[in-house]
């Protein structure tokens, strides 16, 4: 499946929803909660693949944000690992054609709701202009 550029972070993110079990954002919100599952833009964002032709398939980088309660250490690396198989299942049973890179070390995010601990995927989807 071949999502537009526009449409691509929704799509991304309808393809993870998963209402009883992590809230699902297109974007990072202002107020980042634990057990959230967040689509942001990587760097670089978009790669064209000529700069010259419209027509060749742009490559979007995401990154794959997912936060979970901080607790004690064994508590935080079981929640955290739960949550990255329960987002990576989602993304390898989605219509999506991606690539999916390693996992991201866990790590401690002081936001306004608190203490988290975060891991991310960054992946890459061929994508098209409009």
Sequence with gaps: MTAAITTL???LAAALDSPSD???YSY???T????????????PYIT?????NAGIAPLANFKIIFTV???DNQGNLQGIESLAVAVFDKLATSAIV???AAMSAPSVLEVQSGSLLTASFDIQIL???T
């Design 9 to 11: 972070r929704a799509t």
């Design 22 to 24: 992590w809230n699902t």
């Design 28 to 30: 990072p919100p202002a």
């Design 32 to 43: 980042i909660t634990a057990n959230s599952v967040m689509v942001a833009p990587n760097d």
């Design 48 to 52: 064209p693949s000529n700069n010259t």
């Design 69 to 71: 309660p901080m607790f």
């Design 98 to 100: 991606m690539n999916i």
């Design 127 to 129: 994508t098209s202009w």
